[in-house]
């Protein structure tokens, strides 16, 4: 254990040019003298408006061990479209009692109109959007400054488009919409909020790579950011956020981040949520996943593999396992013996220690089971006012409890795994899903949602190219003691699962809404005991 060795960060004012300056003065001092803390006095820093080209983040944490960064309530005011935090290389170290936040417009408020017979977008005359590309567009709740629950979106990166592309500025504040899905979508008088960013800006706190173990966030505040709040990439083990909050300080802002609150994937697991309250962000409050690598030739033992689907950090040594990409039916494993690059710049090739499993073939996909993010603990969270959904689980040996999700647009708990769009998660197995409260969930009418695969407020499912699943990749699943509560479709779905356990939970007001995808007949579940003490107009959608 380190002896208490604190560096005050105020402490180089007067050589600091900027505070962003005075911040990565501190740090390096921190660095070299071995620190145990950095302590931050409780005001604005302002760490934006100061970056070079070359500069990847606002700032950098490099190299660095067993440190706690205490902010005591200090707000870093950020500026441009990149990283908050950057983590890199840094082992034992916690972010503690900050307040991260965007000095730059990120959503605006307009309204459709038809001028000369053409789609238009005006945005509010108090939204200055001069300069602001547009991302992405939906129908919003002006009066309750929220997220619409039952919404249509288009995003402007749509396939076979530049997000340019989509629209053309007329004049300051007024927009034309060239897409033709995008014309029929909306009428005049519709109230959207557009975003003029989504990903770009990376996160808040963002941890990428594998030396990375051990990272604490606490009692961590995000109130305006370009992409993520949360982001970990290729981590190694040990992810914690304790108390932190995504929350709009600003009333006449929108919205908070731009996409998800807590991203987790390709990481080495072991995984801890607890005691957060994430609102009126742009996209999930939590997604934990591996990321599946497609086979693109084969040749006895050596597997060639795009570099670009090889993102997950792998390593000789690493365990493997081998799937149809049409249903995840499971071929075999293996572990990786050689990596060595190909003629070909675009290929990798993988040699593992024994036969490619039979079945096996040339598009198939190959999971990392170092890096699918295993092990996770989500529990005492709140959930509340956010488009997407509540919690995207795709990960295995996971407890998911008294968490309260209310008013997100889409589910409220999706266990899944995705071959067909997203190539996300590996299969669930051994998680507990208990005592979480789901109110005013799945509301949503968007087509971008696929409510044909996902119409329950709570999803047991697995995402094939030709709908759901008929393979029970998922495995172990507990789903009890749960509440469900006014959602218009389904209130649960249970399919391509072996072994699952549905028992006292309470299901009050679903299935009232005859417009929503209400589901087929599910099969593709083995071993499904089911035990629901109440229920009230809706049921559960399971054979």
């Known amino acids: 254990m380190k002896v208490y060795n604190p560096v005050f960060v105020d402490d180089f004012a007067e050589r600091a040019k900027n505070d962003r300056d005075l911040i990565q003065m501190a740090i390096a001092e921190a660095k070299g003298a071995n620190a145990s803390h950095v302590f931050f006095s409780p005001r604005k820093y302002y760490v934006g408006g100061f970056m070079g080209e070359n500069d990847i983040a606002h700032l950098v944490l490099d190299g660095m061990s067993d440190i ?47 001028l000369n017979g053409e789609k238009h977008l005006r945005i509010l005359p108090e939204c200055n959007t001069e300069g602001a590309p547009v991302r992405s567009v939906c129908e919003f709740d002006f009066d309750n400054r929220t997220w619409k629950m039952n919404t249509q979106e288009f995003y402007m990166f749509a396939p076979g488009f530049k997000p340019d592309d989509n629209y053309e500025q007329v004049e300051k504040g007024l927009y034309k919409f060239q897409n033709k899905n ?36 606490e009692r961590l505040t995000v109130l305006q950011c370009p992409s993520h709040a949360y982001l970990f990439t290729h981590c190694g083990k040990g992810i914690c956020l304790d108390g932190c909050r995504i929350a709009r300080g600003d009333q006449s802002r929108p919205i908070t981040a731009t996409a998800d609150g807590v991203h987790i994937g390709s990481c080495r697991g072991d995984i801890v949520i607890e ?65 060595e690059k190909s003629a070909s710049e675009d290929l990798i090739i993988l040699t593992i220690d024994r036969e490619i499993p039979e079945g096996f073939a040339a598009g198939d996909l190959i999971a ?83 409510m044909d695969r996902h119409p329950a407020a709570l999803n047991v499912v697995v995402d094939t190219p030709t709908g759901i699943g008929d393979y029970p990749l998922h495995k172990n699943i507990i789903i009890e003691n749960n509440e469900i509560v006014d959602t218009p479709g389904a209130a649960m779905l249970v399919a391509s699962v072996e072994n699952a356990t549905i028992r006292g939970n309470r299901i009050k007001n679903s299935g009232y809404n005859p417009n929503q995808e209400l589901g087929k007949p599910f099969g593709h579940c083995f071993d499904v005991g089911i035990n629901i003490i109440e229920v009230k107009k809706g049921g559960v959608l399971c054979s």
């Open 182 to 217: 995008l014309l029929n979508m909306f009428k005049d008088g519709d109230k959207m909020l557009v975003r003029h960013y989504v990903y770009e800006g990376t996160a808040a706190v963002y941890a990428n790579g594998r030396k990375n173990e051990s990272i604490s966030l």
């Open 275 to 339: 005691n957060c309250d994430f609102s009126l962000q742009g996209d999930d409050s939590v997604n934990i996943h591996g990321r599946w690598t497609r086979a693109n030739s084969l040749d006895e033992r050596k597997i060639n593999v795009r570099s670009a689907d090889l993102k997950d950090f792998t390593e000789v040594g690493d365990p493997v396992n081998f799937h149809s990409a049409t249903n995840l039916e499971f071929y075999g494993t293996a572990i990786i013996a050689e990596i």
């Open 68 to 114: 706690i960064f205490d902010g005591t309530g200090a707000t870093l005011v950020c500026r441009e479209i990149k990283p908050g935090i950057l983590i890199n290389n840094c082992q034992n170290i916690t972010l503690r009692g900050f307040v991260i936040d965007w000095d730059v417009l990120l959503a605006s408020l307009g309204v459709i109109e038809t």
């Open 368 to 450: 990392n089971q170092n890096n699918a993010s295993d092990n996770f603990i989500i529990r005492n969270n709140y959930f509340h006012d956010h488009r997407a959904r509540g919690m995207l689980i795709q990960a295995k040996n996971g407890i998911i409890e008294e968490n309260l999700i209310v008013n997100v647009q889409g589910a409220g708990i999706q266990i899944t795994t995705d071959c067909d769009f997203w190539l996300e998660g590996f299969g669930c197995e051994n998680v507990v899903v208990r005592g979480n409260r789901l109110i005013g969930v799945n509301k949503v009418n968007s087509s971008s949602y696929r």
